[in-house]
């Protein structure tokens, strides 16, 4: 009932901050002089790849503090910025303003988020068998977040980043993404200093809170921490299309967070784009993921929930011994207007005397399709795509933006002597984006797992809402 509550106000909340946005912006004239807007989006050498990772405004940097709803770049399909912010940058259109600063030393801007779940099961005779399960209403994220500049006038840019979320199920508040960016078109693109995603995948770089399902597919969650403290580069070379992510991590500030299950680790992304044209608006994504890491303590293991959260862990190796991890895994996507077909697979070698050198495996295929002629921006310098920005907002009389989304997903955990369990799940779902803070998500899923010498089949009924400020 708390929950409910909960949700009643928040919705109301954000009503009357879009009706009053809109009201503003009508009453306000929508274009700036040449010269405000010199100064709030200076320009950028003329070699530099602009600037933004996990999510930006398409055409002005995510910290720019006063943004004109109707500039030409909020009907970009491409954007080629990227900042410190990375996983936890502002939506496309703001919400609210009061939640900005803009001073001649530093920005600063003040983002949320919040996901609330509830799931309930359907499982025959061997699943209940395998694993018991209950309907639940489950707090998926709770998180806070601040992001802007240092110095805005310096020529360098220059961006920040600080952040912490509640761990639902340990009960405690963790660090999320913190530290600086720093611009350097010398070398091509941005290096990133903190914690961060180490940018294997590009479902697992993208905002959660972006993603056209529930969960990140069950492979993802079992091998790639969330987070990782360390250095990362980020290029893009728009004349040869192709970026990439490099990065080196360890646990020395890390060590005995949940997240933190390697001592040490290297990941590496490529991305060649044969297919970029904002006109036509189609993206042809081609990637390839390198991944080298030392287990913390020399010991691994691998578990994932089945895409529900409130659902208990259905794949899991137990921890044994090991003393590094070799990743290797594709990425491909294509984004032709409002469809989206895309494809991710990689395979874990693990070394592990005590059992043989196992080899577990695991990926996803989607498709979506997005109705009330919106689009997913596609951001070239991180390689990943944002979330969805309705043309007109259900608070501004609109439909919002639907969005009809297939997935099959796949992992083995048995090898070797190893045996962790193997489960496929089939999800169609509807995403329902009835502004760029609010979201509502209906799925069904249908689930087979064999593990325990069994195999069980289990039906999943999930909704899910979000907000973002």
């Known amino acids: 009932m708390k929950a409910l509550r909960l949700v009643v106000g928040l919705i109301l909340l954000t009503a009357a901050s879009q009706l009053s946005f809109a009201q503003q912006a009508v009453a306000t004239p929508s274009s700036t002089s040449s010269d405000e807007s010199h100064v709030q989006n200076p320009p950028l050498p003329a070699d530099a790849p602009s600037d933004t990772e996990n999510g930006t405004a398409s055409s002005s940097s995510s910290m720019n503090l006063v943004q004109d709803p109707d500039e030409a770049s909020a009907n970009s399909t491409l954007e080629d910025t990227i900042d410190a912010e990375e996983s936890s940058e502002p939506p496309r259109r703001s919400l609210v303003r009061w939640n900005e600063y803009q001073g001649p030393y530093f920005t600063a801007r003040v983002g949320g988020g919040l996901l609330l779940e509830v799931a309930g099961f359907a499982q025959d005779h061997n699943s209940k068998q395998q694993i018991g399960m209950h309907p639940d209403q489950r707090l998926r994220d709770f998180r806070f977040v601040l992001g802007g500049k240092l110095f805005p006038n310096l020529e360098r840019k220059l961006t920040w980043s600080a952040g912490i979320m509640y761990d639902g199920p340990n009960h405690q508040w963790l660090i999320r993404q913190t530290g600086l960016m720093v611009a350097l078109p010398e070398l091509w693109g941005h290096f990133f200093i903190g914690r961060t995603k180490e940018g294997f995948s590009l479902n697992k770089v993208m905002v959660g809170y972006d993603g056209w399902t529930m969960e990140r597919a069950t492979i993802s969650d079992a091998t790639i921490p969330i987070l990782a403290d360390g250095i990362k580069w980020l290029g893009y070379s728009p004349k040869h299309k192709f970026l990439w992510n490099a990065g080196y991590f360890n646990d020395v500030f890390s060590k005995g967070q949940s997240f933190s299950t390697y001592s040490s680790q290297v990941a590496t992304r490529f991305v060649l784009l044969p297919i970029l044209s904002d006109e036509e608006n189609k993206v042809l994504h081609l990637g390839v993921n390198f991944r080298f890491g030392k287990p913390l303590d020399n010991k691994i293991k691998f578990r994932s929930r089945p895409e529900a959260f409130p659902a208990p862990y259905f794949v899991d190796t137990g921890s044994f011994p090991s003393n590094s991890t070799r990743m290797l895994g594709y990425e491909a996507y294509y984004r032709p207007n409002r469809w989206l077909f895309g494809s991710e697979y990689w395979w874990v070698h693990v070394s592990s005397t005590a059992q043989h050198d196992p080899l577990v495996h695991g990926g996803d295929v989607v ?103």
């Open 367 to 469: 498709a979506t399709y997005l109705f009330n002629d919106a689009t997913r921006v596609y951001n070239t310098v991180g390689g990943y795509f944002r979330g969805v920005s309705p043309r007109r907002s259900v608070f501004e009389g609109g439909p919002g933006a639907w969005e009809a989304v297939l997935r099959f997903s796949y992992i083995d955990l048995n090898s070797q002597t190893v045996r962790g369990g193997a489960f496929a799940r089939i999800t169609p779902m509807v995403n329902w984006h009835l502004s760029n803070n609010v979201r509502l998500e209906m799925a069904y899923g249908y689930g087979r797992l064999n593990r325990f010498d069994l195999k069980g089949n289990t039906q999943f009924f999930q909704s899910r809402i979000q907000f973002t400020l």
